[in-house]
């Protein structure tokens, strides 16, 4: 591979500039070649570790249609054979449909350069998930020595969206693939982030992805997690319910059909049955009695 520099902020269009005059040079102006998929070989280190097969499958019905309308971009290894610097998604989509050959466009580049043209593709294209986009963030300050505020120059993205990014990885491993598989969003994520109780933290991702809370919802629960943590002798563990507490009550909603509150926790507190008519009494009283007759047997 040519040794050369970084992108330096360009972005894409610094993918396609002669670095002898500087010139840039449209995409259309580049020489395309066929490429056998059999010669080609997946970036290993490609940010994008998730590829939804429907829309992999709607892209092969697509390819087989048309073909492939945009060329993958690849550098030739010291083996003969190509690695993908962007468009495994085409490249994958082509291998469906049958393709034996993609148009292709051979360049060369740094092992830098590799990782944030990959990187880029896919921020622009808003295919990679928010864990995926902070490993590839940290990868690039980890393996060649970047700042944040280099990283967000590169990228194309400000400082702020780097160090928020970046934060999300400071999630338990739990929580991280809750957003990587899309069940928790970004948002949802960053709202909790801040809590110190590891524990608390995950239950409350938790609760937020079985009861669809909002963002707003879980910012005042964790408001309220931190009121409690102001009180002498911090936020005390007997308040926390349990799951299995939890399910009892779901339990007795679902059994005497109305409403039914906890109040207290997992040590002590109340149970309350609500009823709002003589038919919820009876229906109840009912019940309570066909525990008496199995209490007999």
């Known amino acids: 591979m040519a040794a050369k520099g970084g992108l330096g902020g360009k972005g894409l269009t610094a993918l396609f500039t002669d670095n002898e005059t500087n010139v840039k040079v449209d995409v259309k102006d ?57 468009g495994e998604r085409r490249f994958r989509a082509a291998t469906m449909a049958g393709l034996k050959k993609v148009p292709a466009i051979i360049r060369e580049f740094t092992d830098q350069q590799i990782q944030e043209i990959s990187l880029i593709e896919n921020l622009h294209r808003e295919d990679l ?22 990283v967000a120059v590169r990228i194309g993205k400000s400082r702020p969206y780097v160090t928020n ?20 969003s970004p948002g949802h994520a960053r709202a909790i982030i801040s809590i110190d109780d590891k524990d608390y933290l995950i239950n409350l991702a938790k609760q937020a992805c079985d009861n669809k809370l909002t963002v707003r919802e879980i910012e005042n629960r964790v408001r309220l997690y931190f009121t409690r943590k102001a009180i002498p002798g911090g936020p005390r563990k007997e308040r926390e319910v349990s799951v299995e507490l939890k399910e009892m009550v779901n339990d007795m909603k679902r059994i005497f059909a109305t409403k039914v509150k906890l109040l207290g926790n997992d040590k002590k507190g109340r149970i309350i049955i609500d009823y709002f008519n003589e038919d919820d009494i009876d229906r109840i009283h009912a019940l309570i009695q066909i525990l008496k007759l199995n209490e007999k047997l």
């Not at 970036?43 to 073909?67: C, H, V, W």
């Not at 998930?129 to 280099?150: D, F, K, P, S, V």
């Open 30 to 86: 580049m020489p395309t070649v066929e490429i056998a998929v059999s010669e080609i070989d997946r970036n290993p280190n490609q940010p994008r570790k998730t590829f939804n097969e429907d829309s992999l499958k709607e892209m092969a019905a697509s390819i087989a249609a048309y073909g492939v309308l945009q060329p993958l971009l690849l550098v030739k290894e010291d083996n003969g054979r190509y690695l993908i610097i962007a």
């Open 129 to 150: 998930n928010a864990i995926e986009a902070a490993e590839g963030m940290r990868e690039l300050m980890e393996n060649h020595g970047l700042t944040q505020e280099e």
């Open 165 to 184: 990014t970046l934060r999300l990885l400071q999630l338990p491993s739990e929580v991280t693939e809750m957003v990587r598989s899309g069940a928790l």
